[in-house]
């Protein structure tokens, strides 16, 4: 009697990222109430600097009661109907907001904005937009766990993975992307774009020049588009400094060619402000199809009028966004060091990564084989004995077994070192074991490895 | 290089009723400095109230600056991720309030209640979740001239509409659901369900226990689900009284029965608080599988955090949301009664009603013939000459041409003078001229009025 969309499991929800969420929701650690508890670090939210934020708000309660600068009520203008336009004054501000953080070497005009609930919105907006039903977009691996609903459920279209390495550090290399594209077509999918997040996620890594440049080679010859969810950008806490798909394409001076039309951004308020319940994403684009086409289905999923009034005069308050962005990133920069201290001394290696709200971490030592299933046995182990959520890197479509991301930004101070605590103790008791297991079984895990190493990728892995 | 629906008009906004809006958006009335502007009588706003809601902000600042009873700040809290269950809070306070609307006759579970970004959203997921593309639902007509992009646009479902006429008051009987039913067969497209709006936009009136029961028997019959939009459950302010689909299915005892898990409730603030710029909107659900897949799909229009926690506020004040809908049901009467009598005074018919923010008048003496053509000519001459945007019945899929909505509660009471003398003004000239005019045409006119009622209806008029 449902649609296949209801009654299938076909929702892309089915990962152990969203499992993990699950788990955390039933045993939540609390230094006090539940000490034992599971500790959040699957979930990339940035609470480090709340206070900023609460401090202006203390300094400038108009903007929460709805007064304008004249002393007049804003309520009855906000309560009324607001059209999918958006407002005009939260537009501005956010433009320019998002010209900052780019150091204003690219500018953005309001009229190609389009107001949307939250980046997971924009981005199925952008799927409805420029792909059919069974039309493809090619996205980097490993990519958010979130995509597989986000882009496909209600939309219809395809994700093909273009397989990146932890040999190249997974960035993009024009092999890569050719190969995707050549596998798309022997599947009789026709490919209509490249989807990146940049910063990525879950990475934590800006993309380089060179990977910018190999996507827009690649997006020229192959006459597709760029989607460019740039929600991390605000979050750049090192160098290299982030450099946008806008910019990047600028300074190969193809504004004034088909590609400027073929580029879209996806932005949010949700991780540079830490502000995800209040719900506000973005689609910037210079395609004057796609930003009419947007704007009516951004009717699904409009921001509240309310939010939009606290958030422009938060904006438009420049000393002040500039003061948080920085301090923001200083103090991102400093957690990000203290979960690494903390995982080195977990014996674990990372990628060495320059923004976002977590670290992309490779525990494939701690397999019993280098295949998903182990993976899936030690994110299993991690979660019940660690009792730490963190993200396998199989919900994240990595083609490598006994990847993890772990989110930082999400906790207070001390918690964090409970989390290290427990990571290091788990690190070492399965290292203990496995001293202690039979040689036989450590040969086979090396052989194992070995002969995956020599064996072409499965495209299908045992997730 | 764009996908189909967003390169096509397939959009559903290329009616009347959004061009309305736009002429209107370019030469809005103001007393003061655009007199001879055009009035806006094409949106249902409900403006009546505001006093009442300000006058409650103003007593209650702590549910604007995000303060909970105990004093401590809920910022924090809701800044961060809401995940898409919603607020447990706040979803008690709308269930509750969704069973006083209907006099405590039915109660709601909170964990049958999905919250979305609007009610424009709650429609659209439902057909996400009970058809497939090019399944279909039924629409008694005339019907919400959005629904075409609510429903239609991103799902692909299919409307067929249930040909109600007005000789019956536009009431559901038997034998048209059964006849729309048959239609659609006839056009190979499989019924999901039938959809209604209770109360009735554009009628502004309740659906009676009889055609509750029609639909109930239809659904029984054709195992089919019924959506009931009763996003004006609120407005009822004249008896008969408001009978939800839930009551209505109740009352026969079949709440144990499969149809219990069909039946679908769409409910949204928008209307009965006048707030649709805050974007709250949900839908109540007795399928869990429904209510699941709803849930998930409510990530793509999740309501803002800081909305959800000044409304669960309001909605606790009982004393004030009592007093309030008494008093709002009032205002609604008495300018219901003003509208009625300044269209009374320019000589046009209009249907009895008993809800919502509009009234359904039958201009049809006013056509030059009795066409959807001569609809849209005078529809043309209202906003032209007339300078008042209201919506022609062709935008709801109105079978008879003539018929226009009017709506009522979103301007002052110096406006609605201002444009019911305009509106008389504007009748009288049209009839000066029709009396002047020469009596052949009249004779045609009539003649053809009279061929067209022989006629059977054409299910593709010229609009």
Aim: glycine residues 6%; neutral net charge.
């Amino acid at each position: 009697m449902l649609s296949k969309k209801a009654s299938s499991l076909c929702h892309g929800e089915d990962s152990s990222y969203f499992h993990g969420w699950q788990k955390y929701d039933s045993d939540r650690y609390d230094k006090l109430t539940n000490p034992k508890g599971i500790i959040q670090m699957g979930l990339a939210e940035n609470q480090l600097s709340f206070d900023l934020l609460e401090s202006w708000l203390a300094s400038n309660p108009d903007a929460l009661v709805m007064k304008r600068p004249n002393g007049e009520s804003a309520f009855t203008d906000l309560a009324l109907f607001q059209d999918y336009h958006g407002s005009a004054d939260f537009k501005n501000k956010l433009v320019n907001f998002m010209a900052r953080i780019r150091e204003n070497k690219v500018n953005f005009k309001p009229d190609n904005l389009v107001l949307t609930a939250g980046s997971t919105s924009a981005n199925e907006i952008l799927m409805f937009c420029l792909a059919d039903p069974g039309e493809a977009f090619l996205l980097p691996t490993p990519y958010y766990a979130g995509f597989d609903r986000d882009l496909k459920w209600r939309t219809g279209a395809e994700i093909v993975p273009i397989h990146c390495s932890s040999s190249d550090g997974f960035k993009i290399t024009m092999c890569a992307l050719e190969e995707a594209y050549q596998r798309a077509k022997k599947l009789n999918l026709k490919v209509k774009g490249v989807l990146v997040t940049n910063p990525s996620n879950p990475l934590g890594t800006t993309l380089t020049r060179d990977e910018l440049n190999h996507l827009i080679t690649f997006s020229v010859a192959k006459n597709v588009h760029i989607v460019s969810d740039e929600i991390y950008s605000g979050t750049v806490f090192d160098s290299p400094s982030f450099v946008s798909i806008t910019e990047a394409v600028m300074d190969r001076n193809l504004e004034r060619t088909d590609l400027w039309s073929r580029i879209h951004i996806v932005y949010s308020l949700s991780k540079d402000l830490g502000l995800p319940g209040f719900r506000v994403g973005m689609i910037y684009s210079n395609n004057k199809t796609v930003v009419s086409a947007a704007t009516k289905m951004s009717s699904f999923g409009l921001v509240s009028s309310q939010t939009q009034f606290l958030l422009a005069n938060m904006l438009s308050d420049m000393k002040f966004t500039d003061k948080y962005m920085k301090e923001n990133k200083e103090r991102l920069k400093k957690r990000k060091e203290t979960l690494v201290s903390g995982i080195k001394l977990a014996g674990i290696n990372y990628l060495e990564s320059n923004a976002g709200l977590f670290c992309w971490v490779d525990m494939s030592h701690l397999l019993v084989s280098n295949t998903f299933d182990a993976e899936k046995e030690l994110w299993e182990q991690i979660i019940e004995e660690a009792k730490l959520n963190i993200s396998p890197g199989s919900s994240f479509h990595c083609t490598e077994p006994g990847w993890f991301r772990i989110c930082f930004a999400n906790m207070c101070a001390e918690t964090i070192q409970v989390a290290l605590k427990r990571l290091k103790d788990f690190s070492q008791s399965i290292n203990s074991k496995k001293k202690a297991g039979s040689c036989s079984r450590q040969r086979r895990f090396l052989l194992g490895k070995w002969v995956s190493m020599l064996l072409p990728y499965d495209p299908e892995p045992d997730r």
